[in-house]
DNA sequence: GTGGTCTAGACCACG
DNA sequence: GTGGTCTAGACCACT
């Protein structure tokens, strides 16, 4: 499991964390019950703060993907905790809702940008 | 055409004012040559400091979906200069990319991601 | 408004912040739109550290009561915002259920657990 | 009688432990004079520290819910040794305050948090 | 001048 | 040794 931390772009480390998990989740990586390493130690290998790791491993919890469970770790929930629900589905179309209207002015089909979702699907 | 700005989001304000507009252009709101209010009057009516205003008009410009001319304000270019281009579409898939990795995290599949799409899409 | 901060309890600094404002809010002293002193203001007042009272700011928005406005500052929301829901109602009742237990464990009817809530909820 | 715990949820294992325990007097599984497990043994089965079980036991003490009997063990006391005193209902109140504003502040009545009680204390 | 983000370093409870 | 809490002080984007 690797996390890439990219300080030049403007995306929040806490974010980039995140991010880097989920997507080791979906990958296969990171199965429920695996434990993730801790905060300090993880900072530590991506010289960065210890907090910094602490509010993404938080953000975590509260989205579902993991546990935090104290003076043990971090461990990967399993997938019905974090399955879509309702709450999660008015925040996704929230954050497609400016981009499809850019895409749509800018003379994309649905079809268009439903086949750049597909590829990036596929590839993940 | 009508701007509405939602300071409790937490998207900067110069952003929903660049969003707002580009929704005006492909509702045909705001169509080639059409001048849109100076940054003044545009800032006064939405309480906004002018600063702000004048900041998405030159995101839009640079962008290339409008143009300012001098003495004369900021008008709407012709659809051929905002159409989707090489760099557009790596921007777009790097916007997808993590949005699209945790939907499929919380399984969706990518027909139902498609169809969320396809709504906003069709609903604007 | 006026909130007290008790460093000898062992309740979190932030999470006595938080019930203060609770309070507040309940009492009528902060109503709907009215805007809370600045992270940075409070914190000198209380004589704490600026995130301790962002973290208290943070949940209060995370639970709906407050919006958190970037550049602008936390200004109390309207009451169906913080309207309790089911997940609320589960929380509320974890968090009762072994005070109940040890309740009735030392004897107590139902009814006088209750009438020691009529008192407290009478008495706010 | 069974004893829980669960990890993953923040509330100490000695506090889990002791309302475990609790529950078990409640329910009448546990009587008077009868003795609780040895902390080694009942650690071992919960795989949980010595010293987290003893700590829940010197808690159960001095609350008057046991006595430690040198060379014999923990046993449970006679109910008159626990029924709920002044010092205990001021804790209880203090315990119930916060709990009770944040509900009355999202909007529930006396009545319904009264039932939410009235159906713990029965269930239990 | 606001909140957001990040760093560095500390003490604590729990186990 | 873990995460939780707190402090002190910094820079940034936005307005």
Redesign the interface.
């Known amino acids: 499991m690797l996390i890439q931390i990219d300080m030049s772009i403007d995306k929040p480390i806490y974010e980039q964390i995140r991010?880097a998990i989920?997507?080791g989740?979906?990958k296969g990586e990171l199965t429920k019950g695996k434990q993730l390493p801790s905060s300090r130690a993880l900072a530590s290998s991506l010289s960065v703060n210890m907090h910094t790791v602490n509010k993404a491993y938080n953000i975590l919890k509260?989205d579902g993907?993991v546990?935090?469970?104290?003076r043990?770790g971090v461990v990967i929930n399993d997938?019905n905790q974090?399955?879509?629900d309702e709450a999660?589905?008015n925040i996704?179309?929230e954050?497609?809702?400016?981009?499809?209207?850019?895409?749509?002015?800018?003379?994309?089909t649905?079809d268009e940008?439903?086949s750049?979702?597909?590829?990036?699907?596929?590839q993940?």
Do not use: H, M, P, W
């Open positions: 991010d989920i997507k989740i979906l509260q993907f546990s935090v469970i104290k043990k997938k974090y399955r879509a999660y589905l996704l179309e954050k497609l809702e400016s981009i499809v209207t850019e895409a749509k002015c800018r003379g994309l649905a940008i439903n750049i979702i597909g590829k990036i699907y596929n993940i």
